[in-house]
């Protein structure tokens, strides 16, 4: 379940029959091992510039927290997206930056 905002509320998640909760745990963690590995292989210059927020279909979202590291990583988005298909093979096409406010 969504609303209008693309989001799913939070009462769904503990409230589901699903087991939701696990589950996004799991990609949470899971999220949380693949931006640690793959600060490792960015370039010195934009290592910590940008986090890892979600992969889904061929779209890489990653969050950065100013104008300007967003822009950095916006001028090396190729560069990006090679580290993530070639050494996590992931089929990200796309990547979304959003920045996130203080």
């Keep these: 379940m969504r609303n209008n905002s693309g989001l799913t509320p939070i009462n769904y998640c503990f ?16 999220l949380r091992e693949l931006d640690r590995k793959f600060q490792s ?35 090396h ?6 580290i993530i298909q070639q050494d996590f093979k992931i089929t990200a096409k796309k990547l979304k930056i959003i920045i996130e406010s203080s």
């Design 15 to 30: 409230d589901s029959k699903d087991n939701n909760l696990p589950r996004i745990l799991k990609h949470a963690a899971y």
């Design 77 to 82: 988005s190729r560069v990006i997206l090679q």
């Design 41 to 75: 292989k960015l370039p010195l210059a934009l290592r910590g510039l940008c986090s890892i927020a979600n992969i889904r279909e061929n779209l890489l979202v990653v969050i950065c927290y100013s104008q300007l590291e967003a822009s950095k990583v916006r001028m």
